[in-house]
């Protein structure tokens, strides 16, 4: 394996560019790339939708098909990881600090600003539940499904390299060593190492909220975050050096502990049997009106339509554009498992925890402003509070408020260096040839460089721009998400074929 390979270059050329970018001119860049991202949300809502629905069918169709019983990996491929610690490094990748962060902020701005009638209803209440599940439930996890399963199809059952162009061979054949299999990987590592690194400084906003609000002498600015990002980025270096089976491993199993301990705390100490109700009636609700859901575009409403490009559209190119990220790591942790486990594991107990926690962290805050009027959206959308500060003003109003929004605190620490430490590793495989063990060198400048990318861009305001220019990387990787559906397909056939 030559140590840099042609995709590392192009790529991290093309990643300093945007960064360069942002600091010099962080408007042009947030200027250029939200006119690119609202013309495609505008103009390809509908492909961002059926492409997404279509994912999931797909993997939906994989749980019952003849496929399901083949291994990811030789017949005779025992799991690497237990069930728990497999669960808990997917889920750690896949969504951990968005949950934190969104977890109460999102269902709020759906309760008094739904996609449909007025806020501040029993009607919006329903909704802002529901879409909070349909944002983070079965979509984006069958986007996951789609890339994980491939990958780790092909590297542990076929002895392909774990990189996404190597999942077109049956496709191509040997042009996937070509310009056309670099072009594919370069877009990967595009959208993830600016995906990543967006969510990177969400975090770091998010941890120095919490900080101001717990203590009266740190104040949420951003130097306090760049300090943030400066300590987490030595935390997650030192995690990455040592591998895949000890930093990452240990640190998602202490993620889940903290968030089960947290949400658990929430449920018992508010209002359990609200939490509960709205929940089972959400999920139920949910399931009901998951078809509808997902092909609605609104286009006899501008009001419902721009709000539908605003959230559904924008989420379902969000997780596009962390799906080769996502994708990749879970494909890592999961050889020797079927399909049929693969999937259901990926899709249904993703899905199931995330609907509990927004009934139980979203579910309070709604119960909160709509039964006992506090006005967690007003502080929220203060404009000298933010976002961030949501999850933190809710746990005050509540028994032991300065201890659990300390662990919160450490949760969401942790959620970043377990994100950052999964990137450096996927961004090592993508750059070095599919490698399993990627060197740690290349594992540290990839972590310099997504590190580098949320403090600089965080501190010149044009991580909009950045996050904006990786949704804009997901179109095309939509459409090589197609590709790798009908190759997979192909790839299935002829070893049911042979193994029949």
Partial sequence: ?????????????????????????????????????????????????????????????????????????????????????????????????????????????????????????????????????????????????????????????????????????????????????????????????????????????????????????????????????????????????????????????????????????????????????????????YIQNLPMMSFTLGPFSETRQDWIQSWTVFYWAWWMAWAPFVGMFIARVSKGRTIREFVLGVLLVPTIFGALWFSVFGGSAVFLDRIEGLGLYGIMTDPENGTEIALFALLEQFPFGVIMSLLAILLISTFFITSADSATFVLGMQTTNGSLNPPNGIKFVWGIVVAASAAILLYTGGLQGLQTASIIAAFPFAIIMIFIVISTIKALKEDYKINK
């Fill in 1 to 285: 394996m030559k140590k840099f390979t042609k995709v590392f270059i192009i790529s991290l050329i093309i990643s300093l560019v945007f960064i360069v970018w942002g600091v010099l001119t962080p408007q042009s860049l947030a200027d250029q790339t939200a006119a690119i991202q609202a013309f495609l949300q505008v103009k390809f809502g509908w492909f961002y939708l059926l492409s997404a629905t279509a994912f999931l069918v797909f993997a939906i169709y994989l749980i019952f098909s003849k496929y399901g019983k083949i291994k990811l990996g030789k017949d005779d491929d025992e799991p690497d990881y237990s069930t728990v610690s497999w669960f808990a490094m997917l889920f750690s990748a896949g969504m951990g600090i968005g949950l934190v962060f969104w977890g109460v902020a999102e269902p709020l701005f759906h309760y008094y600003e739904p996609p449909s009638g007025n806020g501040e209803t029993v009607e919006s209440a329903r909704a802002s539940l529901r879409y909070a599940f349909f944002h983070w439930g079965l979509h984006p996890w069958g986007i996951y499904t789609v890339i994980g399963l491939s990958l780790a199809y092909f590297k542990f059952r076929k002895g392909a390299p774990g990189l996404i162009s190597a999942i077109f061979r049956p496709l191509l054949g040997d042009r996937v060593n070509g310009p056309i299999g670099i072009l594919i990987d370069v877009i990967a590592v595009f959208a993830t190492v600016f995906g990543v690194a967006t969510s990177l400084g969400f975090g770091a906003a998010q941890i120095s909220g919490g900080l101001s609000y717990v203590f009266d002498g740190i104040e949420n600015t951003k130097m306090t975050q760049l300090i943030i990002i400066a300590v987490v980025t030595v935390l997650f270096i030192l995690s990455a050096s040592t591998g895949l089976n000890k930093g990452i491993k240990y640190l998602s199993n202490i993620n889940i502990v903290l968030a089960i301990l947290l949400m658990f705390f929430l449920l018992f100490a508010g209002p359990t049997n609200f939490i509960m109700d709205v929940f089972t009636q959400t999920l139920g609700s």
